[in-house]
């Protein structure tokens, strides 16, 4: 197989699932460049397939969906994080543009295999999984894991192939009873979680994509790839912030974010949990943690495999309840028996479904049982309170089968809240309808504003500018009044548009900090032969921002989505120091208003201006 | 007593750092199906296994006494058990007599491969060692025999029974 090297491998396969047709393409070197791979260049395939559509809408169910599986320059290099990879499709849950990064062992993987990316077009008629072992390639039935949890398909596609290191990617009960937000999981604890992607999945019948590669991954200048390598290597050995990182995963954030108001309790009522020191990292190390896990190449190992001890799910094996898990199955449910947590954090990843969503989803429906929105018939006569994890279990249940009020949740709470009515939108806690994950608004209000603005709906993780609304230097050497609204929008797409590129390499979000934006452009060129600087680096993430952009509103998306549930704007909390807030709507629409100003889009219209896009070579886009 | 590459499978993390400096070391480039040391994992994730030769101190190993040829002998200076590939013909009898499961076969040149320890004269360091960031390996002294070493898949099995203390 044709290995080009320079970080890429130089391959796309694409494999039609209707037709059978399976087609290995030369990557456009040329044209990756301008997107550097990754997230950027996944984007860019899909507005490909978009604009082959002709104009018209394309639906997350539609078979022409593509869902396109990504790998960036570094995945797979000997740099330490490089397990990163992503799935870019269109989500079920939101009608926009998705995509959902992970690590474990599957990115490189595909690479050894000789792909640097994969596209499923099309779907099965009866249930089947792709095997691909380097260049031979086979759809396969799936009649008997079709049902199965992710860790039993993991092992029985093991066993058939009689290789313990194949690469697994399956979706559990939940992606095939088309739960707009199932997952996808990779190498049995790795999950595209956000944005429902594993209904995509089940959608085309595709109960699993197994690889197995015997090649390898090379870059254009190794001498020095390797040099600046292993300097991250010690720097990631030697970093202070990182060696809580080794110890506690991102559980090392929950009572930090907790003390300062930032962790939404009881469906985003409050931003402070009574129980949350329960769930931290260092009671989950010294309760339940009895192995540490790392992903591929990688020395920050923040994953942890832990053992509940006592207590009604005894004997369970868990991988460590990370920060967002925490929240949003914990405190935004009022959970906070940790044994719990645990249970109910295993059983979502082992349904495959996502545990973000689905903690929100619950939190609603409680809500909405408490306020008397819902009855007790409608809620399957289950006893919904916050802190009920015996019950919320079997809400969880219900959800990945679609019974019962589960049918409703598994549709997500902008969907559900709109067909129950009653109010109920205003504590649907969602963007774009993606559930917004674990950290808090009326504390942070920028955070509010990237929610608002995010290319795949409320999402933490295409920039994290919290750090400015707590006092940190912005760029520029100023430092922001926390409450406001003044400077936030600048802040916030610098942090979109940096991270855009950061995953497009793609680098993961606990290395960045430590080893700065600039070394990891160096690996970048080292690896490509390319000669990127900072300033063309960010503008690749602007292109690729605004890219996204296009799909979405391509997809029906309008201006009015680039907002906050109600609950944000008008129920005030106690937010520290004495305090208690709300975000003022009119402080969030001088964010947006700064924010367009700042991107270069129509303020009446929030979409690209033809400037913006010319500018950003991105003339080709119609909207 | 004789050394080898000693392995601590409650510290491996499963990150597989040894697996990219043995095939880089062999290379230069990130190559894990020609890499001496493999990491297997057991039981839904929680135990990782490092796979790798620890040089039998018995006379004659598994892997020696089945082949046809005469191939393997022991290093003079470390005393691993090594393949001279000359005479080999690709057989795999070898592969398939190490009850660990150590040796590998490369399809292409169809010729076994193992892991010979790499130290040189200048270095006393071995990659795999040098690069595992949790002390999982270690370059020691073992009184290994791989003949009365359990498969791989008991030693999960114990060390999960360990683990668990009888959870």
Request: with cysteine.
């Amino acid at each position: 197989m044709r290995n080009i090297g320079k970080g890429f491998i130089g391959n796309i396969l694409e494999i039609d699932l209707s037709s059978q047709k399976i087609e290995i393409k030369p990557i456009n070197l040329e044209e990756v460049k301008q997107y550097i791979g990754g997230k950027g260049y996944a984007t860019k395939l899909l507005w490909d397939y978009m604009v082959a559509k002709k104009g018209s809408r394309l639906d997350a169910f539609d078979e022409n969906n593509p869902l396109i599986f990504a790998t960036g320059p570094l995945t797979g290099t000997s740099f330490p994080p490089s397990a990163r990879a992503c799935v870019v499709s269109i989500s079920p849950l939101t009608g926009i543009y998705d995509d959902s990064h992970m690590g474990g062992s599957f990115g490189p993987e595909m690479k050894f295999a000789g792909y640097d990316f994969i596209i499923i077009k099309g779907s099965l008629e009866q249930p089947g999984y792709i095997w691909i072992c380097d260049d031979k390639i086979e759809i396969r039935k799936a009649i008997d894991l079709w049902g199965k949890d992710v860790y039993r398909t993991d092992e029985l596609i093991k066993q058939k192939h009689n290789d313990k290191r194949i690469q697994v990617a399956s979706i559990g009960p939940a992606g095939e009873n088309l739960v707009k937000y199932a997952s996808i999981t990779f190498s049995l604890h790795h999950h595209a979680g956000r944005g429902g992607l594993g209904a995509v999945m089940g959608k085309k019948k595709l109960k699993a994509i197994a690889v197995k590669g015997t090649g390898y991954i090379d870059v254009n200048n190794y001498v020095d790839f390797k040099e600046l390598s292993m300097d991250c290597a010690k720097t990631i050995e030697k970093d202070l912030s990182l060696a809580t990182m080794k110890k506690y995963g991102t559980a090392r954030s929950i009572s930090l974010s907790n003390n300062l108001y930032l962790f939404p309790t009881r469906n985003y009522q409050e931003a402070h949990f009574e129980h949350a020191n329960k769930l931290d990292g260092e009671k989950q190390k010294n309760q339940l943690w009895v192995q540490t896990k790392a992903c591929f190449g990688c020395s920050i190992h923040c994953n942890h495999m832990g053992i509940i001890r006592e207590g009604v799910y005894k004997g369970t094996i868990f991988k460590g309840i990370e920060y967002e898990v925490a929240d949003l199955l914990g405190a935004n449910c009022g959970v906070g028996d940790l044994n719990a947590v645990a249970y109910l954090s295993m059983l979502c990843d082992k349904l495959g479904l996502d545990a973000l969503s689905t903690g929100s989803s619950i939190a609603w429906a409680i809500e909405c049982y408490q306020k008397g929105i819902l009855d007790k018939k409608d809620v399957d006569n289950l006893d919904l309170k916050f802190g009920n994890y015996i019950d919320i279990n079997k809400l969880i249940h219900k959800i990945a089968y679609r019974q019962g009020l589960g049918n409703l949740l598994a549709e997500g709470v902008k969907r559900a809240s709109k067909k129950v009515g009653k109010g109920s939108e205003d504590f649907a806690m969602h963007v774009k309808g993606l559930e917004l994950p674990g950290w808090g608004i009326r504390s942070a209000p920028s955070m509010g504003l990237n929610y608002a603005t995010t290319d795949r709906g409320g999402c933490h993780q295409r920039a994290w500018p919290i750090s400015y609304d707590l006092g940190a230097k912005t760029p520029e050497g100023e430092v922001l009044d926390r409450f406001g609204p003044e400077g936030k929008a600048k802040v916030t797409k610098y942090q979109q548009d940096v991270t855009a590129a950061l995953y497009s390499l793609i680098a993961c979000d606990f290395s960045t900090g430590t080893l700065g934006t600039s070394r990891l452009i160096n690996l970048l060129n080292l690896a490509t032969g390319w000669e990127y600087d900072e300033n063309e680096f960010i503008k690749t993430g602007e292109r690729i921002w605004n890219l996204s952009r296009a799909i979405n509103f391509k997809n029906g998306m309008t201006k009015n989505d680039d907002t906050l549930p109600k609950r944000i704007f008008k129920d005030k909390i106690s937010v520290g120091l004495g305090l208690e807030k709300n975000l003022p709507e009119e402080n969030f629409i001088k964010m947006l208003n700064d924010y367009y100003k700042e991107r270069g889009w129509d303020p009446e219209t929030g979409k690209p201006t033809q400037t913006k896009l010319n500018e950003l070579g991105l003339d080709f886009c119609e909207i | 007593m004789h050394k080898a590459i000693l392995i601590y499978p409650e510290r491996c993390t499963g990150c597989r750092r040894c697996e990219i400096a043995c095939s880089e070391h062999f290379t230069d480039k990130v190559f894990p199906n020609i890499s001496r040391i493999r990491i297997l994992n057991f039981f839904e994730g929680l135990i990782d296994i490092p796979l790798v030769c620890r040089q039998c101190e018995v006379e004659d190993p598994p892997c020696w006494k089945v082949c046809p040829k005469n191939c393997f002998s022991r290093d003079k200076s470390t005393n691993a058990v090594i393949i001279n590939t000359e005479d080999c013909i690709g057989c795999e009898k070898c592969v398939k007599a190490c009850p660990i499961g150590a040796l590998f076969f490369d399809y292409e040149i169809k010729k076994p491969f193992k892991c010979e320890l790499c130290i040189t004269k200048n270095s006393s360091k071995l990659p795999c060692v040098t690069a595992c960031p949790c002390n999982a390996l270690e370059y020691g002294e073992t009184p290994f025999d791989a003949s009365k070493e359990s498969a791989l898949g008991k030693v999960a099995l114990s060390l999960k029974n360990k683990i668990m203390g009888g959870i």
